[in-house]
């Protein structure tokens, strides 16, 4: 069993930015694959980025590549996004996650574990 939670959440102005972390506990971190999503009120949760436990590649979804920027410090079992120029359209509950995969994948459903979620509202 995994334990994930998030923080680092809050309002900004368009144009600022924000890090969130994602701090877990548990069986040995280094091993999942954490992932990032989102969801904004009224539509469906939806895959920001992820990072590989085991090589660490990274994979963004288009919407935030080259504004966000995922990692991972192993020692501390704790992922972080860093989101930079952030967009009204940004706004959402964002949510990590950790999951086994061979590989690293922005599917909903094979990741196992999921934290709360943090709110990040962008003010334009």
């Known amino acids: 069993q995994v334990q994930l939670v998030e923080s680092g959440g809050g309002l900004v102005q368009a144009g600022g930015s924000l890090r969130l972390s994602c701090a877990a506990s548990g069986r040995t971190f280094s091993v999942y694959n954490m992932g990032w999503f989102r969801q904004a009120p009224g539509k469906d949760r939806e895959f920001v980025a992820v990072?590989?436990?085991?090589?660490?590649?990274?994979y963004y979804a288009d919407s935030v590549k080259g504004r966000f920027t995922i990692s991972r410090d192993n020692p501390k079992s704790t992922a972080y996004l860093q989101m930079n120029s952030l967009k009204p359209e940004d706004t959402a509950v964002y949510y990590c996650a950790a999951g086994r995969q061979v590989s690293v994948t922005p599917t909903l459903s094979e990741y196992d574990y999921w934290g709360q979620g943090t709110q990040v509202t962008v003010s334009s």
């Open positions: 990072i590989g436990g085991i090589d660490g590649r990274t």
